[in-house]
């Protein structure tokens, strides 16, 4: 292969763009591409014949068609992490905005510009008590999901002197090795939100995700807290929100995503989809999309794949042959592959497989070329979803 053709889908920042040698042409209208970069528009993996990967500038993949790619042997990867920073670093300003009623006061400062300039000062001091809020510290805040966001937050909330709760239904131990020893880590879900002032929800937009905050959840929250959605628009029921803040049920509701319903309610508060909209959460994503696309392309080696296994070895110099194999993870395909590799002489000099309980994913590394009707008779099995082949210039 001469080159690897990559179609940019949106701004994918230069930064991480430069990270891409001579091997790989880019382009924004590639109809044939081998890898996919990608922020928020959709894509529908079935569409390009040639595709490998796709890889997400961001963390959520829900603008992506995971399960076709699957299906094909089409690897798509995220960014964790890599726009944490920016999330939290709205959060918190948007908590003080609405705990401080500063948007309230604001607006109530820019109505000044319509009286004489020398009753300004009277009228601030007569009507600046309508405007009193209340601090965060001494609140508590209740975290639903505990990636790398939730886990900031949760440590910030801890910084900022709040009662902080976090809860996870499959916490990942890497993140959870990283929260501040305040943090309570609760066991249910009810446990977290039953007595949180402020609850702030952080999971990724999955089926079992989409409409979670719903009467139900909202029903277990304590009278008058603070509801607030950085995550993903459709992980909250918004009649049921709009039913709890007119029964006080809930005190208000912050969030990135506006929606009709939404705007105008005086206890909503909205943002354009701003959390990830900094210079650095899009270069952070940018390096790392490109990092793992290429990474994926000359080597075969995963790493942040919402569908294959993590999986990473270094070719030794003598390898001219790298044969990367992709199967359903059932019993005996590490001896077929083996099996049918011996029986054509064929000496491996490194195999690696890893599976992630659906998606078996294999290495194997050769010092010699491999004819064409082997890996078709490898094909040829009915649980191996794809082969590729990657050859080393020696």
Not at 54 to 66: D, E, L, M, P, W
Not at 310 to 328: F, G, H, K, M, Y
Request: glycine share 8%; with cysteine.
């Amino acid at each position: 292969m001469n080159a690897y053709r990559i179609r940019k889908i949106n701004a994918i920042a230069r930064k991480g763009l430069v990270q891409l040698g001579q091997q790989f042409v880019v382009s924004d209208d590639e109809t044939d591409p081998h890898g996919i970069l990608v922020r928020s528009s959709p894509v529908d993996t079935d569409d390009f014949p040639s595709l490998l990967a796709v890889a997400r500038a961001g963390a959520g993949v829900n603008n992506i068609s995971v399960a076709k790619a699957t299906e094909r042997g089409v690897c798509v990867f995220n960014t964790p992490g890599a726009n944490a920073n920016a999330v939290v670093d709205l959060v918190f300003p948007m908590i003080g905005v609405w705990q401080r009623n500063i948007y309230k006061g604001i607006s109530f400062c820019q109505s000044l510009a319509e009286i004489e300039a020398d009753k300004v000062a009277k009228e601030v001091e007569r009507r600046k008590a309508a405007f009193r809020g209340v601090e965060i510290a001494g609140r508590t805040l209740a975290v639903i999901g505990l990636g790398q966001i939730g886990v900031r937050l949760a440590n910030g909330g801890v910084h900022r002197y709040m009662k902080v709760k976090g809860f996870d239904p499959k916490p990942v131990l890497a993140n959870i090795h990283k929260l501040l020893p305040d943090v309570q880590i609760t066991q249910t879900l009810s446990d977290a939100i039953g007595d949180a002032d402020i609850v702030s929800v952080h999971v990724p937009l999955i089926d079992k995700t989409r409409g979670m905050v719903n009467r139900e959840f909202i029903a277990r929250m304590k009278p008058g807290a603070l509801l607030i959605n950085y995550a993903r628009g459709p992980i909250v029921d918004e009649d049921a929100v709009l039913e709890a803040l007119a029964s006080g049920q809930l005190l208000g509701y912050i969030a990135d995503f506006p929606s009709v319903k939404l705007i105008g309610h005086e206890q909503v508060l909205l943002t354009p989809h701003l959390g990830a909209s900094t210079t650095e959460s899009e270069e952070n994503c940018a390096r790392m999309a490109v990092r793992e696309l290429a990474n994926y392309l000359m080597y075969g080696n995963i790493t942040n794949s919402v569908n294959f296994p993590n999986i990473e070895t270094i070719p030794a110099d003598q390898v001219r042959t790298r044969l990367i194999v992709i199967n359903r993870d059932v019993p005996g395909m590490i001896a077929f592959i083996t099996n049918i590799l011996g029986s054509h002489q064929i000496n491996i000099s490194s195999f690696k497989n890893e599976s992630n309980g659906s998606i078996g994913y294999n290495i194997i590394d050769m010092e010699q070329d491999v004819a064409e009707e082997i890996i078709t008779e490898i094909q040829g099995d009915e649980n191996v979803i794809r082969t590729r082949t990657i050859s080393f210039a020696r």
